[in-house]
């Protein structure tokens, strides 16, 4: 699925720009006022789409660590809205298995890397 074709759909809140969010060291271009999980899907459509992921609160499948001035913070992917330079250092085991594809470079994916 292209950008432009992201873009269109209604599961991402609206935006106007895409921001820059880092995800174990790679970069990526996703879309402002929304949140983590959301962005990563953005990165990684079928991956994340497909994945076990309740999207409410429930499962804490979707757990990442953002780095932080002192420490890195854990969250909850689908509650914590993306910030311009936002840095993601760590991946829940079941996101990290769900994203591997789009590492690798096996996958339809939104990353630049650095
Ligand atoms: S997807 Fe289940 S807690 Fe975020």
């Known amino acids: 699925m292209s950008t432009e074709e992201r873009s269109g759909t209604d599961m991402f809140a609206p935006y106007k720009n895409l921001v820059r969010m880092v995800v174990d060291g790679r970069e990526c271009r996703v879309p402002e006022n929304n949140s983590v999980l959301?962005?990563?899907q953005?990165?990684?459509m079928d991956a994340i789409s497909e994945a076990e992921l309740?999207?409410?609160g429930d499962c804490l499948n979707c757990k990442v660590w953002i780095a932080e001035q002192k420490?890195?913070?854990a969250a909850?992917?689908?509650r914590h809205m993306?910030?311009?330079g936002m840095k993601i250092?760590?991946?829940s085991e079941h996101l990290e298995e769900a994203m591997k594809d789009?590492?690798?470079g096996d996958d339809d994916v939104n990353i630049l890397e650095l």
Request: hydrophobic share 40%.
């Open 38 to 40: 959301r962005c990563l």
């Open 42 to 44: 953005y990165v990684a």
């Open 54 to 56: 309740c999207w409410n």
């Open 71 to 73: 420490n890195d913070k």
């Open 76 to 78: 909850i992917a689908c």
């Open 82 to 84: 993306v910030s311009d």
């Open 89 to 91: 250092t760590k991946l």
């Open 102 to 104: 789009a590492f690798t």
